[in-house]
């Protein structure tokens, strides 16, 4: 069976997709014209409050997009555009399969099928502007300089652990800079939230991810270390943050938190690329706590389940081909799983992520079937959707690779690929953050997510 389900989702890996192919034709152009019913489509009223809710975030002046959708006449000329990117299942990077598994997040920031068809529809009719009355109040934004998750909690960081300064040359190969932070705790101290970003916006130009890895003496941490990744340091305590284009903050669910204990640093892995010019900059991590009187009751683990069992170097790709590699990790303890962000480099196409429960039932509890390198998507789940798993529960990540003249991501099909670090190089893991519960909880949580009906790839745990 699960040879089967596989095949599936392999086979429609390059298909429309969720939006099905009547929505589809309708986006294309050929079904909407015909259909007189439809309301005239203005910006004003109904295209520019899209873009403010899921667009302006990076489209915007001093944003990381290359153009800005704040106002009709910067809008307009990139009409046809974005609408071949919204039919491509490119833009918004939200590049998640919504038929099967987990469909609640909190931060969902995909388009309806109802919102790219009406899109489409105004990119068809002329992409007119309408009455100006009609637009909605310009949103402000907060600026670079600033925390995101400072409104959250309504004050800056507790703590901002800041990397040691690297210079990157105009022209160079990757570079990989590992430096160590201290600390500098005295007491046991939770963690509520964390937000990572590079330290200035030219920092953005040459960064291409940042692990900070938690370097401290952890018996707690040590019980689950075989599923963690494997590239940790010494005495290794778990990832605080990983931070790529995509994902910038983790929240954690109330009474959730990571902990930072006496004598604890940090140990830093950054990815650097060449810009076309020199850069100097470091990397900067903010950390939110929970007071000293009010520690959180579960612990959360930032976990890399590789889609090669053992994780690391086994990926091999023959040139003008496509492959499948999968990996299988136990939890040894009931589990609930906050998140799922695939990892793969220029070959990656798609990734799912699969539990395999003690009683033999299996769950498909996320699929990207349409990865994309330039975008490290964190997907994380609504409260009430975040699946819990027994202990014993297998983790299947299945990844899949494309070699071949198809993929436009990638930079020699005639070249065999690998393991590696390097860009050009390929690996494949899913950052889940994992937090391990009692049996207690986790039969407590039974009792009050009982199925109504047994039903495969639905999302919860059993």
């Known amino acids: 069976m699960l040879k089967a389900k596989f095949e599936v989702l392999k086979g429609r890996r390059f298909g429309v997709g969720a939006l099905g192919l009547v929505t589809f034709l309708s986006l294309s152009g050929l079904a909407v014209a015909a259909d007189a019913t439809n309301p005239p489509v203005t910006f004003a009223k109904d295209i520019a409050p899209v873009f403010q809710e899921k667009c302006q975030d990076c489209h915007r ?7 800005s959708l704040v106002t009709y006449e910067e809008s307009r000329p990139w009409a046809r555009s974005i609408k071949e990117r919204l039919i491509a299942r490119q833009m918004p990077p939200w590049h998640l399969d919504k ?5 609640r997040f909190k931060n969902d920031m995909s388009l309806s099928d109802q919102q790219i068809s009406m899109i489409a529809r105004w990119v068809d009719s002329g992409a007119p502007m309408g009455n100006p009355k009609d637009m909605p109040p310009a949103k402000t934004w907060p600026s670079d300089a600033e925390w995101q998750l400072a409104k959250e909690f309504g004050r800056p960081p507790d703590m901002i652990i800041k990397s040691e300064e690297y210079t990157m040359p105009a022209v160079s190969q990757d570079q990989w800079w590992r430096p160590i932070t201290d600390l500098h705790v005295s007491e046991p101290v939770w963690v509520r939230a964390v937000e990572m970003r590079p330290g200035t916006a030219e920092g953005r130009k040459i960064t291409h991810h940042a692990l900070a890895h938690l370097m401290q003496d952890d018996p707690d941490a040590r019980k689950f270390s075989d599923n963690q990744d494997g590239g940790g340091g010494p005495n290794e305590g778990g990832v605080l943050m990983e931070w790529a284009v995509g994902k910038n903050y983790d929240l954690y669910r109330p009474n959730t938190g990571k902990l930072i ?7 830093w892995d950054i990815h650097y690329h060449a810009a076309g010019e020199k850069i100097t900059d470091h990397v900067e991590l903010g950390v939110w706590l929970y007071p000293q009187n009010e520690p959180p009751k579960y612990r959360t683990y930032l976990t890399a389940f590789g889609s090669t069992s053992p994780q690391g170097s086994h990926i091999d790709i023959p040139p003008n081909s496509v ?13 609930r799983l906050e998140n799922f962000q695939p990892h793969m480099h220029l070959r990656g196409k798609a990734m799912a992520l699969e539990a395999i429960l003690p009683d033999g039932t299996t769950q498909l509890i996320s ?3 349409h990865f994309n390198f330039n975008w490290m998507t964190n997907y994380i789940y609504a409260d009430d959707a975040a699946p819990v798993f027994p202990k014993g529960t297998i983790i299947h990540v299945t990844s899949w ?5 198809a993929n436009k991501f990638n930079p020699d099909p005639n070249q065999w690929v690998g393991y590696g670090d390097r860009t050009v190089d390929e690996m494949g893991h899913a950052w889940v953050n994992v937090t391990y519960i009692t049996d207690e909880d986790y039969k407590a949580w039974i009792e009050t997510h ?3 009906t047994a ?5 919860g745990g059993r």
């Open 450 to 452: 009982k199925p109504k």
């Open 367 to 369: 699929y990207v079937d």
């Open 455 to 459: 039903a495969r790839g639905t999302t």
């Open 401 to 405: 690779y494309d070699n071949t003249s």
């Open 61 to 67: 002046t001093g944003g990381m997009a290359p153009m």
């Open 323 to 335: 492959v499948m590699t999968q990996g299988y990790h136990v939890l040894k303890a009931p589990a």
């Open 99 to 103: 038929t099967v598994g987990v469909q």
């Open 261 to 267: 204990l006496p004598g604890a640093k940090v140990w």
